[in-house]
């Protein structure tokens, strides 16, 4: 015979069965995340430069001045202008490094107009930032490529034009020996 007793101890008996299962699924791995590979950039080629930056090999995916850009590219960038300059002025332009490919330095020259800046990203293939700024103001940048502890591998550099009211943005690889 059922009591009164009997039914709220059946009751709580249940309640503790259906929180147990509850705790256990909620622990098991979630084999969507667990299964997704992280986000690597893959390398499909670099412009190849001399020492006088003069293009030996065009690679075409790189340093452009437009291009869109995936969420992860994105953030590595806080400051973000909604407005996209317009790419056909002459005024912004950038000039592949040279010398790439290296085991030193390279250099980057590029034009823009007075009061904007150039900002840029140096990336490993995990989007692990080797090098930033933010304020670059004049048109000519040089790295040292043995300060990354790299070799033989590419890293990525990502930059953007940021005008007082627009940006351009784009990348170009760097091969380091």
């Avoid at 009997?6 to 147990?20: D, H, P, R, V, Y």
């Avoid at 690597?40 to 995916?61: A, C, E, L, S």
């Amino acid at each position: 015979m059922k009591t009164p007793a009997n039914k709220s101890i059946n009751s709580l008996f249940a309640l503790f069965i259906l929180i147990i299962s509850g705790v256990i699924t909620s622990c098991e791995d979630d084999p969507v995340i667990a299964d997704t590979p992280p986000e690597t950039i893959v390398f499909n080629g670099i412009t190849i430069t001399d020492n006088n930056g003069w293009v030996i090999q065009n690679d075409p995916d790189d340093w452009k001045l437009t291009e869109s850009w995936t969420e992860k590219e994105n953030s590595l960038f806080v400051e973000k202008n909604v407005n996209l300059c317009d790419n056909g002025n002459p005024d912004y332009a950038i000039h592949p490094s040279h010398l790439n490919s290296s085991s030193s330095q390279f250099n980057l020259n590029f034009t823009k107009p007075a009061g904007s800046r150039f900002a840029f990203r140096i990336v490993d293939r995990n989007y692990n930032v080797l090098l930033s700024n933010d304020s670059i103001f004049t048109n000519a940048i040089v790295f040292d490529v043995q300060s990354f502890n790299i070799k033989n591998d590419t890293v990525r550099m990502y930059y953007k034009y940021l005008g007082p009211d627009c940006e351009l943005k784009g990348h170009g690889d760097i091969k380091i020996e």
